[in-house]
């Protein structure tokens, strides 16, 4: 069961460079979701989808945006990287529907310098 | 109204000890109260989770309390093991919204 599978792990990048975070699930889930925890911190929502081609924006999404063409993949694209984009982000996703549990990836490690 | 205020912020508790970690909201649409655990370089995973038809949910050591006029609850670890220690997050969400709102968690460290 591979589950969330986030790549990559660790990533350091440039101010002004672009990247993509890679995140698949093979539950077949409907909700999917991209978090970034500062240290110490809570998890704070970036963008999150409910269902192929269909996307929003949660508490902090700012300089990063996503896609949805399948289930299984949820893409989250960072441009013109930021110090203040260094930070963990995961991937989660839930079946949805009533109330489930969300399952995490092991998160990436970004820093931007 | 969509906060979940948790505390404290960090704990320390010897082994063998009770750990009890707190949890407010206000949004009393909320229906789902579930709890994550962190290990260092992981993802966060589900611990246990209640819904407000009860007052409280038993899965071994850990235990979750619910105060539904009180709006909140507690998450206690009984006979608490090095190998709880973690970061542990309190969560909430409705049916109607498809969010998790999360708590800003509490390290917690298991003294042995």
């Known amino acids: 069961n591979a589950g969330v599978t986030q790549t990559p792990k660790f990533r350091i990048l440039k101010i002004g460079q672009s990247m993509t975070l890679q995140c698949t699930q093979d539950?077949?889930?409907?909700?999917m979701y991209w978090y970034r925890q500062d240290p110490g911190m809570g998890l704070k929502l970036i963008y999150y989808?409910?269902?192929?081609?269909?996307?929003d924006k949660g508490e902090v999404p700012n300089g990063y945006n996503v896609s949805r063409s399948t289930t299984e993949d949820f893409p989250l694209r960072l441009e013109l990287a930021a110090p203040s984009q260094t930070s963990v982000y995961f991937c989660a996703s839930r079946v949805g529907g009533m109330n489930t549990e969300a399952f995490f990836g092991q998160g990436t490690r970004l820093t931007v310098v | 109204q969509q906060q979940v205020k948790q505390s404290p912020q960090s704990l320390i508790v010897q082994k063998g000890g009770i750990s009890i970690i707190n949890c407010a909201y206000e949004?009393?649409?909320?229906?789902?109260f579930p709890w994550y655990q962190q290990f260092p370089g992981k993802g966060p995973a589900l611990l246990i989770a209640?819904?407000?038809d009860v007052s409280e949910k038993k899965e071994g050591r850990f235990t979750i309390s619910f105060n539904k006029s009180a709006k909140q609850f507690s998450l206690h670890i009984m006979d608490s093991q090095p190998g709880d220690s973690a970061t542990y997050f309190c969560a909430a969400s409705m049916d109607s919204n498809y969010q998790l709102i999360w708590g800003a968690g509490t390290k917690l460290i298991i003294k042995p």
């Open positions: 989808s409910v269902g192929a081609g269909i996307t």
């Open positions: 949004n009393t649409a909320f229906d789902y």
């Open positions: 209640i819904r407000p």
């Open positions: 539950m077949n889930h409907n909700y």
